[in-house]
Nanobody, 115 residues
């Protein structure tokens, strides 16, 4: 069974940090471009970050550039999102996506930034 499972979300104060993980099962992420998206209440899902499979080229939305870092470890079939200097507007459900010959999405993990 193909799955992507996110973890690491939670409640954090403004200025804090979180590290999200996304583990793939039933397939290898090695040949996939891995992405993070997020969806805030009442808003459309939006792109956050991506990392390619071979060159490890990274891309970021302007809103998170300089604060978030995406990485991957294909040996453990996992992609990460390191989030620093978190702001209340980063509050959202964060989704992992594997894009390649097929397109897979995870179920999401909630991130809430609030004092």
């Amino acid at each position: 069974q193909v799955q992507l499972v996110e973890s690491g979300g939670g409640l954090v104060q403004p200025g804090g940090s979180l590290r999200l993980s996304c583990v793939g099962s039933g397939f290898s992420i090695a040949s996939f471009v891995m992405n993070w998206f997020r969806q805030a209440p009442g808003k459309e899902r939006e792109y956050v970050a991506s990392i390619t499979s071979t060159t490890r080229k990274r891309g970021y939305a302007d809103s998170v550039k300089g604060r978030f870092t995406i990485s991957r470890d294909d040996s453990v079939n996992t992609v990460y999102l390191e989030m620093n200097s978190l702001k209340p507007e980063d509050t959202a459900v964060y989704y992992c996506r594997a894009r390649g010959m097929k397109d897979y999405w995870g179920q999401g993990t909630q991130v809430t930034v609030s004092s």
